[in-house]
């Protein structure tokens, strides 16, 4: 039976994903990026210290930040507030989509840039990453799980730990992935 509900949320979202119209991307490099926004697989505990040091050192920069990540458990402990948000299996339907009053502030702003920095496939946030308004959305290779790869630019995993299914990286050394390449691209 579980194979069936993940079979049809996997085509729900490929449905939406294939009907969805991407606008025209422009490549925006670190130096000229005013706002960023994350994506993040919470700890259990919501502390989520990595993503509190990604943040500090990005608004160091001069840059707004704001933050979405997904935690699986019911009722989530962090407040809600526009630049930090945590989904939960509340928030969420039964296809995995976050419900419209959780990510509408998130949906109304735009972005210059969107990391993706989970390190297995979350549906719910693939949703965020599907409908928010970003310039550039940046993202791993390879999705486990789903079929469609949504960011326009994204990092090339290992060989060896995408067929064990183990892309075990700790967020931080994502985010410095991301910001190396961010940082080389030359734009106007």
Not at 16 to 38: C, T
Not at 90 to 114: C, K, S
Not at 167 to 187: A, C, G, K, V
Request: overall charge negative; proline content about 4%; some cysteine.
């Amino acid at each position: 039976m579980n194979k069936i509900i993940e079979y049809i949320r996997t085509l729900a979202f490929d449905f939406m994903a294939k009907g969805r119209k991407h606008p025209a991307r422009r490549y925006v490099d670190y130096q000229h990026a005013n706002s960023i926004l994350l994506l993040f697989e919470s700890d259990i505990m919501e502390k989520n210290l990595a993503v509190r040091q990604i943040i500090s050192n990005i608004n160091a920069d001069g840059k707004y930040v704001a933050v979405c990540g997904y935690v699986d458990k019911k009722q989530v402990q962090q407040a809600v507030l526009p630049q930090f948000r945590i989904i939960g299996a509340d928030d969420i339907d039964w296809l995995q989509r976050p419900h419209a009053e959780i990510i509408d502030d998130l949906l109304e702003q735009h972005f210059d840039i969107m990391l993706d920095l989970t390190t297995k496939p979350i549906r719910p946030l693939k949703y965020v990453a599907l409908m928010v308004d970003a310039d550039l959305k940046v993202g791993r290779t390879e999705d486990f799980q789903l079929n469609i790869v949504i960011p326009d630019s994204m990092i090339k995993e290992d060989k060896e730990t995408i067929d064990l299914g183990t892309f075990d990286m700790p967020i931080t050394t994502i985010y410095n992935e991301y910001h190396r390449y961010l940082t080389s691209i030359q734009s106007s």
